[in-house]
């Protein structure tokens, strides 16, 4: 019996040694897999401070070469600026004609910037006679009118902008009430 027993107790330490080795050899293995993970998510970490500085020195490029743009109209506006402040000449004529001079280089100055901007895709809002839109304009007030249908925007107050289709600044605007329609009784009789 106890070459039974011996036989048996040397298999199980054989079984036992097996084991022990699988074991060792699957911790290993764990262990690479932690390893290799905590490396991966150091790289996305890595990847994405990366990223984020490329996109913010992509910003401040992009705001560089707008700015660059814009620095000839500023030049300009400058010079306009100093035009109107020259001293008048006391010659009502003389001012007259540097009055309409300083009027026409402004205009231009205005132009060469609307050209400036809308190379950079700036669009302004066309409302004055379009349906009020609430997600594109502001309404302000309400003007009541005998004719034409009700929500009509009746006048720009100040202009909205558009850049590649999104709102920037909604337009602010009168709305066109009829004085016989539902809404215009509504705002009579909250005026009484």
Known sequence: MSAEIDTL???LQAEVHKLTEALQEK??????AQDRSVRSLAD??????????????????????????LLPVLDHFD???????APSTGSGQADAEVGE??????????????GVLSQEGLKTQEVVGHVFDPHRHEAVAQVERSEGPDGVIAEELRRGYEWKGKILRPAMVNVVVRKDSQEGKKIQEGKS
Do not use: C, P
């Open 79 to 85: 010079h306009a600026v100093k035009s109107l402040e």
């Open 27 to 32: 911790d290993g293995a764990w262990k690479e």
């Open 44 to 69: 996305l970490a890595n990847y994405q401070r990366r990223t984020e500085e490329d996109l913010k020195m992509f910003r401040e490029y992009a705001t560089a070469d707008l700015m660059k743009k």
């Open 101 to 114: 001079a300083s009027k026409k280089g402004v205009h231009l100055i205005l132009k060469e910037l609307w």
């Open 9 to 11: 107790v040397n298999a």
